[in-house]
Nanobody, 122 residues
Framework: QVQLVESGGGLVQAGGSLRLSCAASGRTFTSMGWFRQAAGKEREFVAAITWSGRSTYNADSVKGRFTISRDNAKNTVYLQMISLRADDTAVYYC?????????????????WGQGTQVTVSS
């Protein structure tokens, strides 16, 4: 059974940092991504990474502040977030797909985690 489990969310002050983790089990994935959904808003793409980790892609809103990485030995993807702002507040979801290319559309991902809440206080 495929399972993605996120962790690392929480409450942080503006300007602070958090690192999210996504542990995958059940099969081997290629590219993976992070998405987020704020209350009352649509889900949006945050970052994605290929299996090798050599190619990454970030949304403009998080460039220079968020870094996606992965440890294939642990089957885990990370999202390091710094300089957090109030508008980063959202539920963050990990997603996986069985294709090499990164994707920014949620419809291209077949597997999803349950989400972890990130709240940034201003």
């Amino acid at each position: 059974q495929v399972q993605l489990v996120e962790s690392g969310g929480g409450l942080v002050q503006a300007g602070g940092s958090l690192r999210l983790s996504c542990a995958a089990s059940g099969r081997t994935f290629t590219s993976m991504g992070w998405f987020r959904q704020a209350a009352g808003k649509e889900r949006e793409f945050v970052a994605a990474i290929t299996w090798s980790g050599r190619s990454t892609y970030n949304a403009d809103s998080v460039k220079g502040r968020f870094t996606i990485s992965r440890d294939n030995a642990k089957n885990t993807v990370y999202l390091q977030m710094i300089s957090l702002r109030a508008d980063d507040t959202a539920v963050y979801y990990c997603a996986a797909r069985r294709f090499a290319e990164v994707a920014t559309n949620g419809r291209d991902y077949a597997y999803w985690g349950q989400g972890t809440q990130v709240t940034v206080s201003s």
